[in-house]
């Protein structure tokens, strides 16, 4: 069974940072990407970043420049730097672990992230 927990999110103040972890229980790398997504209330989850394999990142524009997506093959941990957050960034982070050979995706269960003005 594939799991996925997420750490290290809280409250800050608005250009304040968290840093994001998210811990699997198996070698991150038999997954073809990893990545963040958030969702805040009334609103559908969203993509923030991921990582390929590889090591290819992507982010969504909104982040860019102030988030980065890196992770830790050897302690199996993903990480998410949030830098100068802003009120709009509040929301539930969600690590996300996805299986292309079979079609699966993986979730942890959220960790909140809240952001005031």
Avoid at 10 to 32: E, H, T, Y
Avoid at 38 to 62: C, F, H, M
Avoid at 90 to 97: E, F, G, K, P, S
Wanted: glycine content about 10%; aromatic content about 8%; hydrophobic content about 35%.
């Amino acid at each position: 069974q594939v799991q996925l927990v997420e750490s290290g999110g809280g409250l800050v103040q608005a250009g304040g940072s968290l840093r994001l972890s998210c811990a699997a229980s198996g070698n991150i790398l038999v997954f073809n990407a990893m990545g963040w997504y958030r969702q805040a209330p009334g609103k559908q989850r969203e993509l923030v970043a991921t990582i390929t394999r590889g090591g290819s990142t992507n982010y969504a524009d909104s982040v860019k420049d102030r988030f980065t997506i890196s992770r830790d093959n050897a302690k199996n941990t993903v990480h998410l730097q949030m830098n100068s957050l802003r009120p709009e960034d509040t929301a539930v982070y969600y690590c996300n672990a996805h299986l292309a050979p079979i079609m699966s995706d993986y979730w942890g269960q959220g960790t909140q992230v809240t952001v005031s003005s």
